[in-house]
């Protein structure tokens, strides 16, 4: 609030007028009233722009336990408020740039560690070198737009700016910086749709120095997420993957995502390196057993037992596929693994095939289903890949047939089957259980 020359002397001359009336009164109001206009005038001056700048101390040793900087300075007016530090060569190094500041009677405070930003793609933030420099504090009266948005009153920034100025050194500050060396995504393209074929993005690199690193992925459209916080790492090799997916487990769509790899050491340097995974061929594998028939019910011992599985493709992604072809013929004293030296030896990775069991079968856990078949009802020489490997399209579905010659010495067998993906589980477990009578 600003007073007029005419105002105050208005409130002058009625307050003599008060005195005079007064001699009238008992004397202790006299110094109340002197005391209360005092406190009126006081309060509806403006105080000085900028005033009061200290710093906790004139040198500043950032390498040492917990040692910061407290710049402290005292606003009387609204203000835009600059604070950098300048060096021998006049480099300035900025700390804050037209920061509205409020007039306040307790006075503001940064706290510096002796890390300044740093316009540079990798270096983010960094300790300033040992030397001597100077702080600087800068003011410009702030007024309010009418949209309420704070601004400068004065088109040129240098008309009545005020501000401080304060030495200080920095020493013993030339450390090594941090970095994320070797940086290798491998592949920068990946399918996450557990065919086990670019699932993952693998992303290794080496710390020259211990620090503490984060990586975050942004999507598209802009939202990030973490998959590492604040995670102290050593001067050693590292390795991180990523499965396209959030940290919640839930799937992403296909595009080109942008991962952020940050480190940061214990004196507050941070540098980050970033670059692009591209997402394609995303889903979730799904398939069911849509019909099964075992038989005969009834047959001798050494008979041969058929099974006739029906499978479709219910996902939105190919399944992958690799076994014994349909039509293969096992004995109950056989299991998949033992087929042509093990070449059919359950391979990690997402691979689909259907199995037959029986109740009393005593291979346990990792030997359920020892009767299994490719999900493909063409030759292996006809396969995506001959020999090795089939795929079943989405929505495709195909009709496979096994048979199992019956050594077992068991009168009642019940026979079941289901669909197995390798590495993952049992997808359908249990299906169309059948009891078969074996005579001897």
């Known amino acids: 609030m600003t007073l007029s020359l005419y105002t105050i002397l208005t409130m002058m001359r009625n307050f003599m007028s008060v005195i005079a009336y007064s001699t009238r009164l008992h004397t202790w109001l006299i110094p109340i009233l002197c005391g209360v206009l005092l406190l009126w005038l006081t309060g509806c001056g403006r105080g000085p722009l900028l005033s009061d700048v200290q710093a906790s101390s004139t040198s500043l040793q950032p390498t040492s336990a917990e040692q910061m900087l407290d710049i402290r300075y005292r606003i009387g007016r609204n203000a835009l408020v600059t604070i950098y530090l300048e060096d021998a060569e006049g480099q300035r190094y900025i700390l804050r740039r037209d920061e509205p500041r409020n007039a306040a009677s307790d006075p503001y405070i940064l706290r510096f560690d002796g890390t300044v930003p740093v316009d540079d793609p990798v270096v983010q933030r960094r300790l300033l070198p040992s030397g001597t420099y100077t702080l600087v504090v800068q003011a410009r009266p702030m007024s309010n737009s009418s949209n309420g948005v704070a601004q400068a009153q004065e088109t040129d920034p240098t008309d009545n700016m005020i501000e401080e100025r304060l030495a200080l050194t920095i020493s013993d500050s030339d450390v090594p910086m941090p970095d994320i060396e070797n940086l290798v995504v491998s592949p920068t393209t990946i399918s996450p749709n557990a065919d086990a074929i670019d699932d993952i993005a693998e992303l290794t690199y080496r710390l020259p120095v211990t620090a503490t690193v984060d990586i975050s992925i942004t999507t598209p459209d802009e939202q990030t997420f973490a998959i590492v916080s604040r995670s102290e790492e050593q001067p050693i090799e590292q390795r991180h993957v990523w499965d396209g997916r959030r940290p919640d ?92 030296g093990g070449r059919y030896t359950a391979q990690a990775g997402g691979f689909w095939r259907v199995g037959l069991d029986w109740d009393a079968n005593s291979g346990g856990g990792p030997r359920r289903y020892p009767f299994r078949w490719a999900l493909s009802d063409r030759p292996p020489s006809e396969w995506a890949v001959p020999g090795e490997e089939d795929w079943l399209l989405p929505g495709e579905e195909v009709e496979i047939i096994g048979n199992v010659v019956v050594l077992q010495r068991e009168t009642r067998m019940g026979f079941y089957v289901g669909l197995i993906q390798d590495g993952v589980g049992f997808r359908q477990d249990r299906t169309a259980r059948t009891i078969v009578e074996v005579g001897f």
């Open 249 to 340: 487990g839930a799937p992403l769509p296909s595009g080109v995502y942008t991962y952020t790899i940050r480190a940061e050491d214990r004196f507050g340097n941070i540098v980050q390196r970033q670059g692009h995974i591209t997402l394609e061929d995303v889903g979730q594998p799904e398939a069911t057993i849509t019909e099964a028939r075992i038989a005969p019910r009834r047959l001798m011992l050494g008979e041969t037992l058929t099974v006739t599985v029906r499978v479709r493709n219910t996902g939105d992604v190919p399944i992958r596929t690799y076994g014994p072809p349909s039509g293969f013929t096992y004995t109950t004293d056989e299991v998949f693994s033992s087929v042509e």
